[in-house]
């Protein structure tokens, strides 16, 4: 009963946390990139089948960061106490779709922007980051629950659309984080 009333489309937006798991690269010639990140592949909608970040609807008395640790663990295997979790978040954004499963930008509809779509999906997500620190690399990932496959990529990979992501604007995003672990790790 209680599953098929949150499979419901609800009147209000849903609380939910993603997490930026962020894998430090070694420097090489022909690549720039400092850090590649964990997506995995959705299972159920919204956009099943898509990338995205791991992440998923924070459970009532749940804080937001024992949820991300949660989402990770049931999404990807990793256990919590393997990451670095940094204490400033990335962020928030609203993720919405309708009906017919595209994504909404703002829940409002062209011919009447007075009035809301209906809507399928609205979550409130806000953003956790964690670093898999280099004692932790060897770490197995092993999707679950939500999530059927995983993947690395880099920053450079996904503002080059070599995946396919569903959510919000990723690659603004993940942007975002890397000026936070820049701010973190390279403190001058």
């Not at 990451?83 to 978040?89: D, G, Q």
């Not at 779509?117 to 939500?146: I, K, R």
Request: with cysteine.
């Amino acid at each position: 009963m209680l599953r098929r009333f949150f499979s419901q489309s609800l009147p209000y937006p849903r609380a939910a946390v993603s997490v930026s798991i962020a894998r430090p690269l070694k420097p090489t010639p022909s690549s720039r990139a400092q850090y590649e990140y964990l997506l995995v592949q959705r299972k159920n909608p919204p956009g099943a089948g898509t990338w995205s970040l791991p992440g998923g609807r924070i459970n009532l008395g749940e804080s937001v960061l024992d949820a991300g640790k949660r989402e990770i663990e049931e999404e990807t295997g990793i256990r919590s106490d393997q990451l670095h979790w940094l204490s400033e978040t990335a962020g928030y954004n609203d993720v919405m779709f309708s009906q017919n499963g595209e994504q909404c930008s703002t829940g409002k509809s062209s011919s009447s922007p007075d009035k809301v779509e209906h809507l399928q999906f609205h979550y409130v997500l806000t953003q956790l980051v964690a670093v898999l620190p280099e004692s932790a690399l060897h770490v197995t990932v092993s999707p679950g629950d939500d999530a059927v496959d995983f993947r690395w990529a880099t920053l450079q990979a996904l503002a080059a659309g070599e995946v396919e992501m569903v959510g919000f604007d990723v690659v603004q995003h993940l942007t975002n984080v890397e000026k936070i672990l820049k701010r973190v790790f390279f403190k001058a």
